[in-house]
């Protein structure tokens, strides 16, 4: 029996291969360009009109078709039928027929190689790198901070036990002791981002984890009619990390997701395992948290994780910066998509221990 390993090598390769013919129709596609584009050959060989994939791989290719000219693009956005996003890049080759007096342009050969990985990886090490910038300057604030705090709110407390002070006085000394209070609380926030040992993080169950989370916020967030789905593969998805810190990270994007919605809504937490790249020889599981509430704008969308930034009327731009520092912590981060009105969605990816 013959084998076409060629048929068997084009179709399993980790590269997509697109094939057109002079006129731009489909001849051949192979299944991980399938997965890029998010079109099946079936459908696209049925179109027979390239106007069927993204608009900028069309631009593209019209192009290299006018100049005759080989072309790469090192990243490229492709959106998909579904508006899902993968980052690719395209290398695009004419290829001529010399039988005639004039070389003419018999086909065209688009590559596609997902960068998912490699940006992953490139965003983690920009991460890691953040993370011991940040967490070395705000814990030394916390540190240089607490101790005058203190102070001042001890101050305070034993001038209010004074007799014969007037009322704007002793007004004053409340305002006083209750922003020593607030501050006091911030301080104490910034000691999770003191230097964690792995030596002291422990196999936690991340089904477990979630549960107890879901429970509290439901119990708090009882005002409001918001439906909650959890789905996940198993009950062995289990993370190395500080089952009160992960609890912490978990809490910060569920609440935001909670107060994104008005009335009515629902979120939807999914758990899976990503086998496409791998950390520290490591699989990788991705935590979804998405919801249906007022989204994110684009211009906050880039800002969120940074310290102090905050979308909400009296929020303090703490929760989501120090949730991104604990995630970095146990050799994961977090990642947001959001569109106004339509709702957000936050990916948590962590080791699979």
């Not at 090192?74 to 010399?98: A, R, T």
């Not at 490139?122 to 890691?128: L, T, V």
């Not at 008005?262 to 990788?284: A, M, P, S």
């Amino acid at each position: 029996m013959d084998i076409n390993f060629e048929s068997i090598i084009l179709e399993n390769i980790r590269e997509g291969i697109l094939l057109l013919d002079k006129n731009l129709n489909f001849l051949f596609i192979n299944q991980e360009a399938e997965d890029i584009l998010g079109k099946s050959k079936k459908f696209l060989k049925k179109e027979r009109n390239i106007s069927a994939i993204d608009k900028e791989i069309v631009k593209l290719i019209k192009e290299v078709k006018k100049t005759h000219k080989t072309k790469f693009v090192s990243e490229v956005v492709i959106v998909d039928s579904l508006g899902n996003e993968n980052i690719s890049s395209i290398y695009l080759k004419p290829i001529f027929n010399y039988s005639k007096k004039r070389q003419t342009i018999e086909y065209i050969l688009i590559q596609f190689a997902n960068l998912e990985g490699i940006t992953f990886l490139n965003k983690k090490s920009k991460f890691e790198d953040e993370e011991k910038l940040m967490s070395q300057l705000f814990y030394g604030l916390a540190h240089e901070i607490k101790n005058p705090l203190a102070g001042i709110k001890g101050a305070a407390q034993i001038v209010k036990t004074i007799k014969n002070k007037d009322t704007t006085s002793k007004e004053c000394m409340d305002i006083i002791e209750k922003e020593a209070t607030r501050l006091e609380g911030l301080v104490n926030t910034f000691k999770y981002l003191q230097p964690h040992s792995n030596n002291n993080f422990k196999i936690v169950k991340i089904n477990k984890a979630i549960d107890d989370t879901v429970e509290l916020l439901s119990k708090t967030s009882s005002n409001k009619n918001i439906r909650l789905f959890f789905n996940y593969e198993d009950e062995s998805v289990n993370v190395l990390a500080d089952e009160g810190l992960l609890r912490i990270v978990m809490q910060n994007i569920m609440q935001n997701s909670y107060d994104s919605i008005k009335d009515t809504g629902e979120i939807r937490i999914t758990i899976k395992r990503t086998k496409n790249f791998k950390l520290n020889n490591k699989n990788l599981i991705q935590i979804e948290i998405k919801d249906t509430g007022k989204g994110i704008s684009k211009k906050d969308l880039n800002m969120i994780f940074q310290p102090f930034y905050s979308t909400k009327k009296n929020g303090q731009g703490i929760g989501l910066f120090l949730s991104q520092k604990i995630a970095n912590k146990f050799g994961g981060f977090i990642e947001a998509e959001s569109k106004l009105n339509k709702g957000s969605k936050f990916i948590i990816y962590l080791p699979n221990n």
